[in-house]
Nanobody
């Protein structure tokens, strides 16, 4: 069983950076696809980024980002630490919200499934990110 815990949130000024970490205290994340979602104030939870693990072993991991964070956020993983990260640069007040990491060991036929929150079986409890203007 995978249990995820997010760290690294907090308050930052607009234009600043934060790096969120997500550690697993249970099973390894090595052969899992992982993602970050966020819930902005008054809105539904939304997709931020995913890093897809390919079962064939020959395909490099694929990353996707939402349009609103493309070019500013970077998802990565450290298998030795059994953790995933979200580097967030050039933050703005519109990025304020609760950020969640998620993981799934399932392999989907289409990459589009990895944009959906119901595709993930393991979730962290979320961490608050506040960006002041």
């Amino acid at each position: 069983q995978v249990e995820l815990v997010e760290t690294g949130g907090g308050l930052v000024q607009a234009g600043g950076s934060l790096r969120l970490s997500c550690a697993s205290s249970g099973d390894t994340l090595t052969k899992s696809s992982v993602a970050w979602f966020r819930q902005l104030p008054g809105e539904e939870q939304e997709f931020v980024s995913t890093l897809i693990w390919h079962a064939d072993g020959a395909t490099s991991e694929t990353t996707y980002y939402s349009d609103s964070v493309e070019g500013r956020f970077t998802i990565s993983r450290d298998n030795a630490q059994n953790a995933i990260y979200l580097q967030m640069n050039n933050l703005g007040p519109e990025d304020t919200g609760v950020y969640y990491c998620a993981a799934t060991p399932l392999v989907y036929m289409s990459d589009s499934f990895y944009f959906r929150k119901d595709s993930y079986s393991a979730w962290g409890k979320g961490i608050q990110v506040n960006v002041s203007s």
